[in-house]
């Protein structure tokens, strides 16, 4: 349930409530019967790791146009890497 601030702008009276999100913002003030106001601070989210990118929330067509590529140069390079291994196992067993 989150944390909300208040505070009087007759008295200055401030103070914390737990609300739920569906609960009406408070607008009297407990001491005094004046008007509340509600205090807003900065959110402390913290975001780590290496980051995040543009393409991260792409629509699923522009990621496989860009996964197509990637798929073709890896099949490309096992075929080069495999003639390579197999002259270097002939050649030590000469």
Do not use: I, W
């Not at 944390?3 to 702008?9: E, G, I, K, P």
Request: proline share 5%.
């Amino acid at each position: 349930m989150p944390t909300y601030q208040y505070a009087c702008t007759e008295c200055g009276h401030a103070f914390e409530e737990f609300q739920s999100f569906h609960d009406d913002a408070l607008t009297e003030c407990p001491s005094c019967e004046g008007r509340l106001r509600k205090l807003f601070n900065a959110v402390g989210v913290v975001f780590k790791g290496s980051g995040f990118y543009r393409t991260d929330s792409r629509p699923s067509s522009s990621a496989s146009d860009t996964a197509a590529p990637k798929a073709e140069t890896k099949s490309e390079s096992k075929s080069d890497s495999k003639p390579a291994v197999a002259a270097s196992s002939t050649s030590s067993s000469d």
